[in-house]
């Protein structure tokens, strides 16, 4: 028979498991992110023609 406790002990490492995964995830996304961003500003930068007089 599982007691209260481990029980609780099991859904708290299932819960920051899951938790640190989630972070993990949300960063690799945020640095996707940013890194298409900044590709873009590099494109947009190099099909800008410079100021002409």
């Given amino acids: 028979m599982v ?3 481990q029980l609780a002990d099991f859904g708290y490492k299932a819960f920051s498991g899951s938790m640190m995964l989630l972070t993990l ?3 690799y996304l945020c640095s996707v992110r940013v890194q ?3 590709q873009h500003r590099r494109e947009r930068e190099e099909n ?6």
């Fill in 3 to 5: 007691s209260g406790k």
């Fill in 25 to 27: 995830y949300a960063g």
């Fill in 36 to 38: 298409r961003m900044l």
């Fill in 48 to 53: 800008t023609p410079g100021p002409q007089s």
